[in-house]
């Protein structure tokens, strides 16, 4: 029987090839070009699933998402959290002091402004962190280094000078896990969530009204986040994410209520609660919110 694949965006090495090894053990992973081309190597049948990333809790949402998805022909089967630690990499039997340029995606170059200062190194900024480390390990300089995963440093055959060089220690991304058939939870199965997108006219009171049921009804909402459609600017759009199954009587109420007032009403998904969301909540921590920012780094 042949291998099982699921699909990402990036390059061997990248936070999203962890992801999919984290939650597909065993799973051939595919890299692709963007998170479009992942979508279409589902859809080709090249993988089963895709693990597509949603939001970072440090640099926020990815704008992607809410327009691709909804046009992907594909249902949200699951979630998954990765923590992102970044490590140092260099080619082996380098020195600290020997280096002298970092390398890696934009968004992890802002989330290792300490370890830069600290030591003086220059930034050069690269299309994702798999790749920096990919050019590090081709280059062959003990001045170059890259930050990227431990994945990455196995990989590319690069040496971990520092683990966790990253400003702060929180640094987690949330993943949508996709597939062409859904793969709903029975109904009344606990810690389900629901994922759904709808529209909305900009008028006085709209979203009050769209948003009244979940809170009249005990719906809890763990993600909300506003996109504008069109050219007119006289309607937005909503992708949301709330605790609870379609069928069940409190957030049938409250998706009764969206479809009264909304417009293009949407599941995109019904699928169960990753542990590590579950975990955080028992521990006080948060899970990943989302506001407007920049890609993830790869």
């Not at 859904?182 to 900009?202: D, G, K, R």
């Not at 957030?251 to 599941?267: M, P, Q, V, W, Y």
Request: charged content about 15%.
């Amino acid at each position: 029987m042949m291998d099982k694949v699921i699909a990402f965006q990036g390059m061997h090495g990248a936070y999203s090839d962890m992801a999919c090894r984290a939650a597909r053990p065993g799973w051939t992973t595919l890299p692709c070009h963007s998170f479009a081309d992942a979508i279409d190597a589902v859809h080709t049948g090249r993988a089963e699933q895709a693990m597509l990333a949603c939001e970072n809790s440090l640099a926020g949402r990815v704008p992607d998402i809410h327009s691709l998805l909804p046009a992907s022909g594909l249902h949200i089967i699951g979630e998954h959290f990765q923590r992102v630690e970044h490590c140092l990499l260099v080619v082996p039997g380098t020195r600290m002091e020997q280096i002298r340029r970092v390398h890696t995606h934009p968004v992890a170059m802002a989330q290792i402004r300490n370890l830069l200062k600290n030591h003086n190194l220059t930034p050069v900024t690269e299309f994702d962190t798999a790749g920096a480390a990919e050019l590090v390990a081709l280059w062959q300089k003990p001045e170059e280094a890259a930050v990227a995963s431990a994945l990455a440093a196995e990989l590319y055959g690069l040496e971990i000078l520092q683990r966790n060089v990253e400003d702060a220690s929180h640094n987690t991304t949330r993943f949508y896990i996709t597939a062409r058939t859904p793969q709903e939870p029975a109904p009344n199965t606990p810690h389900t969530m629901t994922t759904l997108l709808f529209s909305i006219q900009n008028s006085p009171g709209a979203l009050y009204k769209v948003l009244g049921g979940f809170a009249t009804n005990g719906v809890n909402m763990t993600r909300l986040e506003s996109y504008m459609t069109g050219e007119t600017f006289a309607a937005t759009r909503f992708l949301m994410d709330v605790e609870g199954h379609p069928s069940d009587s409190h957030l049938g109420k409250a998706l009764a209520e969206l479809e009264f007032f909304s417009k293009n009403a949407t599941i995109l998904g019904v699928y169960q609660q990753s542990p590590f969301r579950r975990h955080a909540a028992t521990q006080g921590q948060d899970t990943p919110r989302s506001t407007p920012a920049d890609a993830i780094p790869g």
